[in-house]
Structure formats: structure tokens, C-alpha cells
């Protein structure tokens, strides 16, 4: 988060008396009594004394004109003292565009010129320093206050999809500071988007380095450091096992051990550092993370323990998966996604006596989707295979029931995940007609609680989905209190 507080555009004294006299007193600029320097003065006075926006620009305008005039007759060194000051007055005006033309900044000359405020600030700001180097203090505060602006501007500009536009602000602010540490994780940022990930591994190494310099960007290094540990974890992932990729996994694993000094209890990070340590053969250490996260589930919520228990499926560590996965069940014994994921952990580590009834609970939420079925045949294959010798035949009977219900299944039903918008929140799925004719459904939705309770009941249309064709549908969740949900087709 880039910081900016009123009290420090409050505090920017631009030409009032206090702050002014001071700044002159410390490298003796007296007015010289010109009218440039007069008119100058008393429009910036003017403009402090006034929220208006209107009359804001109007008051720069009357000073960077009186400051560009080309009869202007006032001492070389104060005017361009003026001039920073007023430049800078300019970008702190609400919704002010910092490339703009000099003609818009009230300039007496080159009205069509392109001007980019905050560097023009600038420029003015390194004459006076270098006449007057006692002026340094004064000047690096009027440049931090630009350089705050630009910077929550080129957010903004992120935020609205202007890349191009917030990397460019970014660029002229490392111009000015180059150590500035928001300007190079805003440019991290602006790459990551490009898929120029080595400029993104380089600007956000910059962050980090300069951000460690200043307490004030601690947030700023623990998110970079973040980026940089998925940055290169995906580098890993892409690499053919050798030297190359465990020393890639190494480095991933150490911004991820780094980000999480700050932030111990980001299950998230936690489960890339066990992925980068697996890519890297230090199997006992993937082995005591999971282990801590399955030994204190009350730490992490569900979706965390879900995310750490499938990323120990994909590594293939099924056990440490099962752990925690139960954990996530006890927490959510009616969630659609817990019990999935746990029947497939349950499958890979041949725990098929308790795979059945967490993969029946799936199927009693999920009806409508063949692959729940065909989950189910696993388990019961299981038992063929290691279960008790007299229940053999059952098993294997349902074993082909399970699996003659997948085959004769006409649609399939699958689901993306709870989006939100503000405080409304929607369960986004998608349902696919597996025939060769088209055909439209209803879905009925039960909204569950965490107990399994019902709050809730929404009934769904989904129009003519085409032959072989899929159409996406979204149930509102409007009670608070439903975090489950169980359904019903008509077609």
C-alpha cells in the first residue's frame, strides 16, 4: 500500500509565511521584491487558503505564469525555488493529470508543450540545490510529497488497467529516487501482467532490497517478497530436474521462509515453501510443515488446509494430504470441496474403508457429476481388493452400479468456486449437456450452514444448452450463515 496522509499535504507550507520564511531564513532567499516573485508568493498564499478546486488551479496558474514570463525580471535561483513549489502545488490538486501540456499549467510560453509535472518539479528543485546545497532538506521534502502523489496515482492507474500509464509514472518517479521501493514493485507489477517475468524478478528484487532501508515499506517488502517466491517456484516447476532447478527451489523457498518471519500463519506460503523444498529433495522438511499445519488445524480456516492438503496430493505425499484434509473435514463436514478432496487423498493412501462415507456425502451434496461416481468405484474397488473376503460380492456389485451411474449420466454439473462483490456473494458453476439434443434445467439449491442446517432455498433456470454443448449458472447465497450447499436437477 503506497502511503500518503493529509497531514503531509497539509504540512507543505507552498509559499505561506511560516514555512516559507523558514526555507528562505536556512539558505537566505529573500524576496528580491520583484513583481515576479510578489505575484508568485501571493497566488501560492491564495491557493493554501482555499479547497476549491477550480480556484486551486486557478492560483497555480497565476504563479507559473507570473514564473515563466520571458520579461520575467526576479533572481534566477528563487524563481526556480518558486517554481518547484508551485509545480508541486499543482500535482496535489485533486485528480490533477501530471503529463500534461505547459499551456494547461498556466505557462507563458510553449503553450502545446508536453510537461511532465513532478520532473519539471524536479529539474526546478536540482537548479536551487545546486546554488544552494543548504537547500537539500527543503528540496527532498517538496520531492517526497510529489513522489507520493505519483505514486498513488500510478496505483490508481494499476487498479484501472492502465499499465502502460502506471509504469510510466513509475519509471519518472525512480528517476527522481531511484531507491524508491513502491516505484519498483509497481513496475514488478506492470511486468507480472506483461508476462516479462525476468523484468518482474528484477524490479521486484529492487523493492525488496530498498524497501528493507525504511520501516515504512515493511509491507511493502513482505508483499514483494511474496512475488518473488511465486516468481520463482514457477520458474522451478518449468525446469527439468537438475542443478538448475533445485537452486531455482532453494531461492523460491527462502523468499518464501523470509515472507513468512512476517506473516507465520500464511498457509498459503507455507504450502509454496513445501512445494519449492519437494522441488528441491529436502523431503523431511516438506514432511514437518505439513505436519505442524495437520498438528494445529485451529490456526488455519478451511480453504487454507484445503490448499495445503491438495498441494501435498499433487507432491504426492498422501499421508501428510489425508491429516490434513481431515482437519478441514472436521472443520467443514458439509463442504462439497472438503469432501472431494478428501475422498482423493483417502484413494491415493488406500484408506478405501474411510474413503466410502465421505465419498457418499460428496455424491449426496454433488449428485450430478459422473466423476463423483467414478471416485466412488475407486473406493469400492479398494475394498475388492484389501476389505473383508465375505463382503467381496457387495463390493464388487457396487462397484459396477457406481460405474453404470457415471456411464448413463446425461449432464454433468460442476462448480468454480463462491465469487463476491461487496457483500453479495454468488456460487458460480457450470452444467453440460452430454447428449445430442439440446435440453434446459432447473437446479435446486439447499443452502446448508456449517452444521448442515438448511437457511436457504434457490431454484436456478439454466436456458437450452446446445447438444454436446456447456452454459454457466449462478446461485445467490444470501444468508450469511450458508457456507454449503446441496442440489437437485430437473432437466
Known amino acids: 500500500m503506497i502511503r500518503q496522509g493529509t497531514a503531509v499535504m497539509l504540512a507543505l507550507a507552498l509559499g505561506a509565511a511560516t514555512a516559507d ?89 510553449d503553450p502545446d508543450r508536453e510537461i511532465n509535472v513532478i520532473l519539471a518539479a524536479d529539474s526546478a528543485l536540482d537548479r536551487v540545490v545546486a546554488a544552494k546545497p543548504c537547500a537539500e532538506e527543503q528540496a527532498a521534502q517538496f520531492r517526497q510529497i510529489g513522489l507520493a502523489r505519483v505514486m498513488n496515482v500510478a ?14 509514472l513509475a519509471e519518472a518517479a525512480i528517476a527522481i529516487d531511484p531507491e524508491l521501493a513502491p516505484a519498483y514493485q509497481i513496475l514488478g507489477n506492470v511486468a507480472v501482467n506483461e508476462r516479462d517475468y525476468d523484468k518482474a524478478f528484477v524490479s521486484f528484487e529492487k523493492a525488496a ?25 514457477n520458474q522451478a516447476e518449468s525446469m527439468p530436474p537438475g542443478a538448475e532447478q533445485t537452486a531455482m527451489a532453494n531461492k523460491a523457498a527462502g523468499y518464501f521462509r523470509e515472507h513468512l518471519e512476517n506473516a507465520p500463519d500464511d498457509a498459503t506460503a507455507r504450502t509454496g515453501l513445501a512445494r519449492s523444498l519437494q522441488l528441491a ?43 490434513l484434509l481431515e482437519g478441514a473435514y472436521r472443520k467443514a463436514p458439509y463442504s462439497r470441496d472438503v ?63 457406481a460405474q453404470q451411474t457415471a456411464a448413463r449420466m446425461t449432464t454433468k454439473v ?21 447428449t445430442e439434443a439440446p435440453k434446459a434445467y432447473t437446479l435446486n439449491f439447499q443452502l446448508l450452514d456449517n452444521e448442515g442446517n438448511v437457511v436457504g432455498n434457490e431454484q436456478v433456470s439454466v436456458p437450452e444448452v446446445a447438444a454436446m454443448g456447456s452454459s454457466t449458472f449462478s446461485v445467490p447465497m444470501r444468508n450469511p450463515a450458508a457456507v454449503a450447499y446441496k442440489y437437485t436437477l430437473v432437466e
Request: charged fraction near 20%; proline fraction near 2%; glycine fraction near 8%.
Open 21 to 109: 520564511a523558514q526555507n528562505r531564513a536556512a539558505c537566505d532567499f529573500n524576496s528580491d521584491g520583484s513583481a515576479t516573485i510578489n505575484t508568485a508568493s501571493s497566488a501560492i498564499g491564495q491557493f493554501n487558503a482555499t479547497t476549491d478546486r477550480a480556484e486551486q488551479i486557478k492560483h497555480v496558474q497565476t504563479a507559473l505564469k507570473a514564473l515563466t514570463a520571458p520579461d520575467a525580471r526576479s533572481d534566477t535561483t528563487l524563481r526556480q525555488y518558486m517554481l518547484g513549489q508551485a509545480l508541486v502545488a499543482y500535482s496535489m490538486i485533486e485528480e490533477a493529470p501530471l503529463i500534461t501540456t505547459q499551456g494547461e499549467l498556466g505557462y507563458a510560453t
Open 155 to 168: 496505483v490508481n492507474e494499476i487498479n484501472a488497467g492502465n499499465m502502460a500509464a502506471a509504469g510510466s
Open 209 to 233: 532490497e530498498y524497501a528493507a532501508k525504511d520501516e515504512v515499506y515493511a509491507d511493502i517488502r513482505d508483499a514483494v517478497l511474496l512475488n518473488l517466491a511465486v516468481l520463482a517456484q
Open 281 to 323: 529433495g529436502d523431503t523431511a522438511a516438506v514432511a514437518g510443515i505439513y505436519a505442524e499445519m495437520a498438528g494445529n488445524p485451529d490456526r488455519y480456516d478451511t480453504s487454507q488446509l484445503i490448499d495445503a492438503g491438495v498441494s501435498a496430493i499433487n507432491d504426492s505425499r498422501y499421508e501428510e494430504a489425508v491429516k
Open 339 to 401: 469432501a472431494f478432496a478428501l475422498s482423493i487423498a483417502y484413494s491415493h493412501n488406500s484408506q478405501f474403508q474411510e474413503m466410502l462415507p465421505v465419498t457418499h456425502r460428496l455424491i449426496e451434496l454433488d449428485p450430478s457429476n459422473p466423476d463423483n461416481y467414478m471416485i466412488l468405484s475407486q473406493g469400492y474397488q479398494g475394498m475388492v481388493e484389501t476389505g473383508d473376503r465375505n463382503q467381496q460380492r457387495a463390493y464388487g456389485d457396487s462397484l459396477i452400479r
Open 414 to 434: 460442476t462448480f468454480r468456486g463462491i465469487a463476491t462483490d461487496g457483500s453479495a456473494r454468488s456460487l458460480e458453476g457450470d452444467i453440460e449437456n452430454l
